[in-house]
Nanobody
Framework: QVQLVESGGGLVQAGGSLRLSCAASGHTSSYPMGWFRQAPGKEREFVAAISWNSVGRYYANSVKGRFTISRDNAKNTVYLQMNSLKSEDTAVYYC?????????????????WGQGTQVTVSS
C-alpha cells in the first residue's frame, strides 16, 4: 500500500516562492506522479505531472514557466517548486501516484492521494 505525505505549504506574498514535497512510502519509483490543487468551491485541477524516469514533465498552462516538478526516486520524494506565486494559486495542493506507467492529467486516473497541504498567496 502506498502512502503519500505532502509538506511545504504555507502563507506567502504574491511573487514569492514555495517548494512542496511529497514523501511516499511503498513502491513508487516506477509510478508517474502528479500534483493537483483544489480551491474553495472549485473542482480539483491538474497542476503538474512527471513520468517515473523524469523524462516526461507536464504542466497546466496556468503554471507553465513558474512551477517545476521533479522527483528523487532514491528518496521516494516528489517536489513542486513554485515561483512567482499569484493569488489565484491559493488552494490545497495534493500529491498523487498512478500505478499505470502512462502519465495522464486527469485526477480520476490516479490511485493514491496524500492529505493535501494548504498554499495561501496574499496579494
Amino acid at each position: 500500500q502506498v502512502q503519500l505525505v505532502e509538506s511545504g505549504g504555507g502563507l506567502v506574498q504574491a511573487g514569492g516562492s514555495l517548494r512542496l514535497s511529497c514523501a511516499a512510502s511503498g513502491h513508487t519509483s516506477s509510478y508517474p506522479m502528479g500534483w493537483f490543487r483544489q480551491a474553495p468551491g472549485k473542482e480539483r485541477e491538474f497542476v503538474a505531472a512527471i513520468s517515473w524516469n523524469s523524462v516526461g514533465r507536464y504542466y497546466a498552462n496556468s503554471v507553465k514557466g513558474r512551477f517545476t516538478i521533479s522527483r528523487d526516486n532514491a528518496k521516494n520524494t516528489v517536489y513542486l517548486q513554485m515561483n512567482s506565486l499569484k493569488s489565484e494559486d491559493t488552494a490545497v495542493y495534493y500529491c498523487a501516484a498512478r500505478k499505470n506507467t502512462i502519465v495522464v492529467l486527469s485526477p480520476t486516473q490516479y490511485d493514491y492521494w496524500g492529505q493535501g497541504t494548504q498554499v495561501t498567496v496574499s496579494s
